[in-house]
């Protein structure tokens, strides 16, 4: 096999339009082992990205040993990302939790399962005991369990405690696109099949770098383009990553102004007509609203807003309006930018009014950035009803209730679901006075750090930490609960073009760590839920059955899982949705062009784009939407925080190749280690000339909530704009207090409808602290050109990719 590390893509296997993608079976295993020497191998799926690599886990001497691409599944058809080649040696080290940690005064000290689910216990019942008790329970998860473990917590959240304070670090990542795919279509689910980029003649990737994101994916891209008949490629990133500098047309449009593209690229359609008419009058809702806002916004102003070349527009324009069957992938540059939900809905209607949905070649992915969140959604962990349902529709709660045979009244639907943000500000306030978070590290995920920091440490708070590591998160908890991890435990999880994959148990995890499914299993007995006949709440006891619990929950909704079984998944995965009348899975949705918009149906009876103001009931189906998409107009609006004199530079976040999130597990394997060791940031070589900093140079980078301190590569950033990646840690690996998580510096402001943080933009300033052999700076100073709205990233291998969040990994 290939360096990976050095080509994190392996060799080309080109093919035609219409043709099979190849076979190449990618395979790692440690410690000098062969093939000959794997007792067995075990399904599973890929868990550091959301592209969900099929692959099977080796074991040797009854050890998880390493891992070889599943060659016959739909999915990588034998290719494995470099993340998960390597990142599977975490498992093994010796840093793993392996008993539970409780509080004594400044300590955490190893203690016994009785005694640390006795102490969440009675910290549950006592609250539970008060006015109002359900209010001070919340729960903070992740895009990193597996389906199973997310409905078993979502039923004790809705049903057994009736909170509405759930949500996961999926709000960093994925938000956006259920808030997107909701808004147009009516129900969550991507519409596409990955099977479209072997008959697309188009790809337009929107703050999408598949390249470092979702390496598989993009092989299957580059395989494509090397290949007869090679599709058009356009790229919308403000940073020149390997996507950018692979396609045909690359915009690197100003960070925050993706509406103002959007709007421009959809004027141009329509008054080319470049656009479906006669799909657009049967299957759609609100083209002349949509018609009216882009009006305005003619390609030389949105040349002027987003500081683009006009024929460079013109190019994409031409490109999108010329193809035939069109493949759009959408991601963080979309969803942690400004107005994220408003961008991503332009997409949708970039697709709808050209009739480019639910056929080969003509898919939207509203992408995932973790492996499990779409289970997440779908299960109701992150807050949203289980099955996809609409919280506001009475009906729908009234199907929960009888399914749990509980009160309507106990499940939380008088209000939005609680999202992340608001969770940690109700726990600042002290209405939320515990705090259950599992298998994520906000204390590096979430933005303004600082802050997070102090809520997490706050005495009056009762925080509990489920994981693998004693991360920086729990290091501040009051009971950490050691958890198996994947390889260790059974489930089943769902990839971006709604594939499931079963994931079994290969090696048992260390000391007394347990499956997250145990330890919620074992928190619902304890505490004793009832249903409404005072039967156990949760029936369930293990993986399988907690599956077929799932599978009722969705029977006749959207994610139909009803025809789905662990032997079947066995065989390989099966996309949803899955029943008695499509028993193969469902490989695109919305064929027809009928869409889940139907008022008794739909997930969500709308926002507004610009407020997030629910809309009613009634405002909703005076819309008679009958089966039709909806068209969502938007103007453009600047970012919520820009450039100054005092802070003249814009910061970006993302990440590199190698590395997951916090680094949970990615800090942990070797090679993954020394791609990427130590933070770093990127200057603009005009930027870097004018503050007097080179190649290796200490700088400071100062917001107004933090500071970070990171070498500086100089490279080809945009002026004005500076790049820190987010996974870091805030401890230096030499102990000496120097910060280098990046979310130090960014801003605590989201997305007005789906909620999501906004990673993408902050002021910043750099001050140059020494040279790259370490000597201070004589006259360090702070500075930059004018200010802009824009980002722009290196497409150096290693460098950054756009996505944000953390099991954490």
């Known amino acids: 096999m290939v360096d990976r590390i050095a080509d994190p893509w392996g060799p080309r296997t080109p093919y035609g339009p219409g043709e099979r993608w190849p076979v190449r079976v990618d395979t790692f295993l440690a410690d000098g082992h ?54 599977w040696q975490a498992n093994h080290d010796p840093d793993r939790l392996r008993r539970p940690l409780v509080r004594e005064g400044d300590r955490l000290v190893e203690t016994d399962w009785d005694t640390a689910m006795g102490r969440i216990v009675a910290r549950s019942k006592e609250l539970l005991k008060g006015p109002g008790g359900w209010g001070h329970f919340g729960f903070y998860t992740s895009g990193q369990l ?14 057994g405690i009736g909170t509405p304070h759930m949500d996961g670090n999926t709000r960093l990542c994925t938000a956006t696109a259920a808030s997107a795919l909701k808004a147009s279509f ?38 494509r383009r090397r290949g007869p008949n090679p599709p058009t490629m356009l790229a919308v990133d403000p940073r020149a990553t390997p996507v950018a500098r692979e396609a045909d047309v690359h915009l690197a449009l100003r960070n925050g102004t993706n509406v103002a593209l959007l709007n421009g ?38 040349a002027e807003i987003c500081d683009l070349p006009a024929r460079d527009i013109e190019r994409a324009a031409e490109l999108l309006g010329h193809s035939e069957r069109l493949l759009s992938t959408v991601l963080q540059g979309f969803y942690q930018s400004n ?61 929960l209730a009888r399914l749990w045979n509980v009160q309507v009244d106990t499940i939380p639907h008088w209000s939005p679901p609680t999202h992340a943000m608001q969770i940690f500000r109700y726990a600042e306030q002290g209405s939320i006075k515990l705090l259950w978070i599992s298998a994520t590290n906000p204390a590096v995920s979430l933005p303004d750090l600082a802050r997070i920091r102090r809520i997490l440490a706050q005495p009056e708070l009762f925080v509990v930490v489920q994981d693998l590591f004693r991360t920086e998160t729990a290091e501040l908890a009051d009971v950490v609960l050691p958890a198996a991890t994947w390889g260790e435990k059974t489930g089943t999880f769902t990839s971006v073009d709604r594939t499931v994959h079963i994931s079994d148990q290969a090696d048992d995890p260390p000391g007394e760590a347990r499956a997250d499914l ?75 062009g009928v869409f889940n918009t139907d008022p008794d149906y739909c997930e969500t009876y709308g926002q507004d784009l610009l407020t997030g103001a629910e809309l009613l009931p009634d405002e909703y189906r005076a819309k008679e939407p009958r089966g039709r998409a909806f068209l969502h107009a938007a103007p453009y609006q600047p970012s919520p925080e820009v450039p100054s004199d005092a802070y003249p530079l814009l910061l970006t976040t993302g990440r590199t190749v190698y590395h997951f999130h916090t680094r949970t597990k990615t800090g942990r ?78 801003i605590t402001a989201w997305d007005p409808v789906s909620k999501q943080p906004i990673f993408k933009v902050a002021a910043v300033r750099v001050v140059r602290e020494a040279d790259s052999g370490g000597r201070p700076s004589p006259a360090p100073t702070v500075g930059g050109p004018a200010p802009v709205d824009g980002s722009d990233v290196p497409a150096t291998v290693g460098g950054p990719a756009a996505e944000a969040s953390a099991r954490e990994e």
């Not at 656009?275 to 009006?295: C, I, N, P, W």
């Not at 029977?555 to 996309?575: H, K, M, N």
């Open 34 to 87: 062969t093939e000959a020497d794997v007792q067995r191998w075990v399904p599973s799926a890929s868990v550091l990205h959301s592209n969900g690599d099929a692959m099977d886990i080796a074991v040797v001497d009854d050890r998880i040993a390493g891992v070889r691409g599943r060659a016959g599944d739909r999915i990588n058809h034998g290719r494995v990302d470099p993340k998960d080649l390597y990142g």
């Open 146 to 159: 597996f389906l199973e473990e997310y409905y078993t917590l979502s039923v004790i959240g809705k049903a």
């Open 186 to 223: 009516g129900t969550d689910g991507q519409p596409g099949s990955y099977t479209d980029v072997d008959h697309c003649d188009a790809i337009a990737l929107w703050g999408h770098n598949v390249a470092e994101t979702q390496t598989v994916l993009w092989m299957r891209m580059l395989d």
């Open 265 to 302: 690229l959809l004027r141009e359609l329509i008054q080319r007509g470049w656009y479906d008419e006669e799909y657009v009058r049967a299957h759609t809702v609100g083209f002349d609203e949509l018609s009216q806002v882009v009006e305005d916004y003619p390609i030389a102003k949105v």
């Open 339 to 399: 107005q994220a939900t408003a961008a991503s809905c332009q997409v949708n209607n970039l697709h709808l009014i050209r009739g480019m949905i639910g056929r080969p070649g003509a898919g939207i992915f509203q992408m995932n950035g973790q492996p499990t969140a779409q289970n997440n959604r779908e299960c109701g962990a992150d807050g949203d009803l289980p099955g996809l349902r609409n919280w506001e529709n009475p009906e729908h709660v009234a199907q």
């Open 518 to 592: 145990d330890i919620f299993l074992d928190y619902a007995r304890r505490m004793d839920f009832r249903d409404a006949d005072g039967n156990p709440l949760i029936r369930w006891t293990d993986p399988e059955s907690a599956f077929e619990a799932w599978q009722e929950c969705s029977r006749g909704r959207p994610c139909d899982y009803s025809g789905i079984t662990y032997e079947r998944l066995r065989a390989g995965g099966i996309q949803w949705p899955c029943n008695d009348a499509q028993p193969d899975g469902t490989e695109r949705l919305y064929p027809d």
């Open 669 to 746: 394997a070797t090679q993954l280690v020394h791609a990427a060791p130590e933070v770093w940031v990127e200057l603009n070589p005009d930027d870097a000339g004018k503050l007097g900093v080179g190649e290796g140079d200490l700088v400071r980078i100062e917001s107004p909530r933090g500071l970070v301190r990171a070498r500086a590569r100089i490279c080809g950033v945009r002026p004005g704009v500076v790049f820190v990646p987010f996974h870091y840690g805030y401890w230096d690996a030499d102990g000496d207090g120097h910060t280098r998580a990046a979310n130090e510096l960014t």
